[in-house]
């Protein structure tokens, strides 16, 4: 049986993914990812959930920093544009650092206000692996996504700073 350990933050991963959150939270306001691509180690897994309705969703794990950026460049950059993402929560484990984010805004056309959680592993100043968790918590029969109030509900204040202008 393996055996759970814990370990004290890694202060230069709370760093990097910081950065790669700021990255992310920039690209989701403006569609412009770079910063949180130039981030990305060469070989990278990346796993997103893009709803199996999206033309081309990726599935499952990317890999590849190559791929990454074709999929942020591209389809992803039209979906996600305009979105505010704020980083609630963190907590970390050696390399590795969690974000519990909101999310509200527009997303391919559709109002959004839900919850995510962002998984960063970090090696070697770059990220690793990025896993990205959603819980669809607000919902509308017209849309399928729904009213902002209620996420904004969950979370008291960000403890991460808003996106900074590219």
């Given at each position: 049986?393996?055996?759970?350990?814990?370990?004290?933050?890694?202060?230069?991963?709370?760093?990097?993914?910081?950065?790669?959150?700021?990255?992310?939270?920039?690209?989701?306001?403006?569609?412009?990812?770079?910063?949180?691509?130039?981030?990305?180690?060469?070989?990278?897994?990346?796993?997103?959930?893009?709803?199996?309705?999206?033309?081309?969703?990726?599935?499952g794990v990317l890999r590849g920093?190559?791929?990454?950026?074709?999929?942020?460049?591209?389809?992803?950059?039209?979906?996600?544009?305009?979105?505010?993402?704020?980083?609630?929560?963190?907590?970390?484990?050696?390399?590795?650092?969690?974000?519990?984010?909101?999310?509200?805004?527009?997303?391919?056309?559709?109002?959004?206000?839900?919850?995510?959680?962002?998984?960063?592993?970090?090696?070697?100043?770059?990220?690793?692996?990025?896993?990205?968790?959603?819980?669809?918590?607000?919902?509308?029969?017209?849309?399928?996504?729904?009213?902002?109030?209620?996420?904004?509900?969950a979370f008291d204040a960000p403890?991460?700073?808003?996106?900074?202008?590219?």
């Amino acid at each position: 049986m393996t055996r759970l350990e814990v370990l004290p933050p890694d202060a230069r991963a709370l760093e990097v993914a910081q950065a790669a959150f700021a990255g992310l939270q920039r690209g989701a306001a403006t569609g412009e990812w770079g910063d949180f691509v130039a981030l990305l180690a060469d070989d990278v897994r990346i796993m997103i959930p893009v709803p199996s309705t999206e033309p081309g969703a990726p599935e499952g794990v990317l890999r590849g920093k190559a791929t990454a950026e074709a999929m942020f460049g591209s389809h992803h950059e039209e979906q996600v544009r305009g979105a505010r993402l704020e980083g609630h929560r963190v907590a970390a484990n050696g390399p590795l650092v969690v974000v519990e984010a909101r999310v509200e805004g527009n997303l391919g056309g559709e109002d959004v206000a839900n919850h995510f959680v962002f998984v960063f592993e970090v090696r070697d100043g770059l990220i690793a692996s990025m896993y990205e968790y959603a819980s669809w918590t607000a919902k509308s029969d017209e849309s399928g996504w729904g009213d902002p109030s209620f996420a904004r509900d969950a979370f008291d204040a960000p403890v991460l700073p808003g996106p900074v202008p590219a």
